[in-house]
């Protein structure tokens, strides 16, 4: 069971219109990662999304609503966005997976060589 949410990169105040109710001030990028964690394992992938805000009218505007300038800003912010890098961390069920299966083939390889014996 794979679970996958987002975290927050970056939030930048753009100074832009905004297409919707044309404030100048309330316009906000938000960059979000994806972090995906399951049974045996974390990792942060590559994926990237973002959205854009306006806090006086409360709207999400969609990229369809971009102006050049709003695009050209965006762009620009995410020319600048440093994302996490990719990793893969294992958790305590996964160590003891492994650790439980590099004993049993080492007992095994033991046996076959005659080392052990009952």
């Known amino acids: 069971m794979a679970t996958s949410k987002f975290f927050t990169l ?7 219109n905004c297409p919707e109710c044309y404030s100048n ?22 994926d990237i999304i973002h959205e854009l805000k306006c806090f006086n009218c409360n709207t999400t505007i969609f990229p369809i609503r971009w102006t050049d300038d709003i695009e050209g800003v965006v762009n620009y912010q995410m020319r600048a966005l440093e994302p996490k890098a ?12 492994i650790i439980s299966d590099i004993v049993i083939v080492a007992l095994i390889i033991l046996f076959a060589t005659g080392v052990l014996s009952f």
């Not at 990719?86 to 997976?97: C, D, G, M, S």
């Open 10 to 16: 970056k939030e930048a105040r753009l100074s832009n």
């Open 86 to 97: 990719k990793f893969i961390k294992l958790k305590p069920l996964a160590w003891f997976i």
């Open 25 to 46: 001030d309330g316009l906000e990028i938000t960059f979000k990662q994806k972090l995906t964690e399951n049974l045996f394992c974390k990792a942060i992938t590559k």
